[in-house]
């Protein structure tokens, strides 16, 4: 039985869909038609039926699926003790961090690692899920969560702490601090939702200008004077354009995470090492203790 077969039945298995199934693993659909009916041919049986839901699982396929999910993990769990007895310090780190996190505050931290440890190369993937770190789609997650998983490693950097953004040009024009004042947030991504945080605000007395899901965009749309905005310190403390106009308020945890089984590999150890050298400095940022807030009346 080939191995990178029975991973295409559990791909089809989870997914109930091949070309779901080609996504998630990167290869043709053609590859996943072509594997599921050689595996079949090869254990005499049909494993799936076609169905106006997608494909599920015969009775067959149900007993298979135990035996493959077992047959992954306990690879997996080898190829996790293998790799954490490396002792060079050389290969490959794979970080899945947010894109948002990784532009605005982990990219400099990245990049000097790199140089300090040259055999080292460092993979970013950029997404908000949480990786299964135990099947090695990477090696460390960054997130930004209150409730880490309790089977990972996790190392506390700080508190994402958040205030109210906006141009000096906008500010003196506008005078969102003024009762009657016409300026506008910039919106975010849920029109139909009024967030907590808005009433806790200087400017709760103010409309809102568009919807934007992506914070990246509402920053740009914030520096492009189209109003203010609430956004992360470790965003808005480092804008140029941006001034102050809140004390930062608390928001979610940043967490580094590791898998048990890597703790040992020399790469991984260095990484989190640097990183951990460097979290003073990180959760400076985080909390909003390198910017300062300014009255509108000062700007």
């Keep these: ?176 601090d003024l009762p009657a004042s016409s300026a506008r947030w910039v919106g975010w991504g849920m029109p139909e939702k009024r967030p907590e945080w808005l009433d806790k605000s200087p400017f709760p007395h103010l409309e809102v200008m568009g919807h934007f899901n992506n914070i990246l965009i509402q920053v740009e749309v914030t520096r492009r004077g189209g109003g203010i905005g609430r956004f992360p310190c470790f965003i808005g403390d480092h804008c140029p354009e941006l001034v102050r106009l809140s004390d930062p308020l608390p928001s979610l945890d940043v967490w580094l995470l590791s898998h048990r089984d890597l703790r040992a590999a020399a790469r991984m150890r260095a990484f989190r090492q640097f990183i951990i050298r460097h979290s003073p400095d990180i959760k400076a940022r985080l909390e909003g203790k390198t910017g300062e807030t300014v009255a509108c009346s000062d700007v």
């Design 1 to 176: 039985m080939n191995w990178d077969d029975l991973k295409i039945f559990l791909a089809v298995a989870e997914a109930t869909s091949m070309r779901a199934a080609a996504k998630q693993l990167k290869v043709s659909h053609s590859k996943v038609s072509r594997r599921i009916e050689s595996l079949e041919a090869d254990m005499g049986v049909k494993l799936f039926d076609r169905t106006p839901d997608g494909y599920r699982l015969t009775k067959s396929g149900e007993e298979l699926l135990p035996i493959a999910l077992q047959t992954d993990d306990r690879l997996h769990a080898f190829g996790r003790s293998v790799r954490g007895r490396d002792n060079v310090l050389e290969g490959q780190v794979c970080v899945t961090i947010p894109d948002v996190v990784a532009i605005n505050l982990f990219i400099p931290y990245f990049l000097d690692f790199m140089t300090e440890n040259p055999g080292i190369q460092i993979k970013v993937s950029d997404s908000t899920e949480m990786f299964d770190l135990s099947r090695r789609e990477a090696d460390v997650a960054i997130r930004m969560t209150n409730k880490p998983p309790e089977h990972l490693i996790g190392r506390f950097l700080g508190n994402t702490y958040q205030a109210v953004y906006g141009t000096r040009a906008y500010i003196r024009e506008y005078r969102p």
